[in-house]
T-cell receptor, first 114, second 113 residues
Framework: DAGVIQSPRHEVTEMGQEVTLRCKPISGHDYLFWYRQTMMRGLELLIYFNNNVPIDDSGMPEDRFSAKMPNASFSTLKIQPSEPRDSAVYFC????????????FGPGTRLTVL | GQNIDQPTEMTATEGAIVQINCTYQTSGFNGLFWYQQHAGEAPTFLSYNVLDGLEEKGRFSSFLSRSKGYSYLLLKELQMKDSASYLCAVRVINQTGANNLFFGTGTRLTVIP
């Protein structure tokens, strides 16, 4: 299995621009998670999906952030407009069942907003 | 909210044993995970405890006491490659019955020769 795939691996953009991060979960996993990691706040859950449906988006910082999962093999996290404080590493993870199974993380996207 | 505490940094000697502690205060506890994260890489799963006691997996062991809100990760026969951040994560069932995972800020372990 290829594991969780994320793209791009690095993104540098200017303040105000739209940023789209992409994720392909492990085949057969029903749950998909988006996390953000910074030195100050550690790893924070932004949103997660079960069978393509958003279950909990309480971690999404504000309306500038949105996430979609149009099918079982693809999800996007969009920031519009981006701000310098959004600079972080964004991880996507997937699991079969949250009650028992572990989460497998993708390599992350390092976002820098200038 | 969830409160998860672990030391920020630790240093240990190659070949030694090190214990990384994690304390938590939460409602709806449904398990505790330990993840390892090397610099610039993604977290990878190490262990999972949902019942009290010790879980052993090779050189790594994890302990949980639910009544004390306490866990530790024990690393034996330390190797240089064990230098990494170790993240304690608590799974919580929320009011809707969904499970969320909350991470501590991690303990950065440095193994020295």
């Amino acid at each position: 299995d290829a594991g969780v795939i994320q793209s791009p691996r690095h993104e540098v953009t200017e303040m105000g621009q739209e940023v789209t991060l992409r994720c392909k979960p492990i085949s057969g996993h029903d749950y998909l998670f988006w996390y953000r990691q910074t030195m100050m706040r550690g790893l924070e859950l932004l949103i997660y999906f079960n069978n393509n449906v958003p279950i909990d988006d309480s971690g999404m910082p504000e309306d500038r952030f949105s996430a979609k999962m149009p099918n079982a093999s693809f999800s996007t996290l969009k920031i519009q407009p981006s701000e310098p404080r959004d600079s972080a590493v964004y991880f996507c993870a997937s699991s079969r069942r949250t009650s028992v199974d572990t989460q497998y993380f993708g390599p992350g996207t390092r976002l820098t907003v200038l | 909210g969830q409160n998860i505490d672990q030391p920020t940094e630790m240093t240990a000697t190659e070949g030694a044993i090190v214990q990384i502690n994690c304390t938590y205060q939460t409602s709806g506890f449904n398990g505790l995970f330990w993840y390892q994260q090397h610099a610039g890489e993604a977290p990878t799963f190490l262990s999972y405890n949902v019942l009290d006691g010790l879980e052993e997996k090779g050189r790594f062991s994890s302990f949980l006491s639910r009544s004390k809100g306490y866990s530790y990760l024990l690393l034996k026969e330390l190797q240089m490659k064990d230098s990494a951040s170790y993240l304690c994560a608590v799974r919580v069932i929320n009011q809707t019955g969904a499970n969320n995972l909350f991470f501590g800020t991690g303990t950065r372990l440095t193994v020295i020769p």
